[in-house]
């Protein structure tokens, strides 16, 4: 399968202090997902998008717009990193 790009970047906290990922890929993004402790309505939102883009149901930059979302649900979002669509 080929890595579904999609517009911009979405920054979000890494694991450790300090590291910053810049994710602009729904593959990255749906790693990331399943990595979270919290798991709460936008996370789910997020997740069904990621399978959704892959397979051809919703563009990437849908799924790029829920990964954000859940991204600041989770508190890892970083809105003053972000180059690109918003």
Do not use: H
């Amino acid at each position: 399968m080929s890595i579904l790009w999609w517009n911009g970047r979405v920054p979000v906290r890494g694991e450790r202090p300090g590291l910053t990922m810049m994710v602009g890929d729904v593959q990255k993004a749906s790693e990331i997902l399943l990595r979270w402790n919290l798991k709460g309505p936008r996370w789910k939102l997020a997740v069904k998008a990621c399978v959704d883009a892959m397979e051809g149901r919703i563009a990437p930059d849908e799924a790029r717009d829920a990964f954000r979302e859940a991204a600041a649900e989770q508190g890892m979002y970083l809105p003053d990193l972000e180059v690109g669509p918003q």
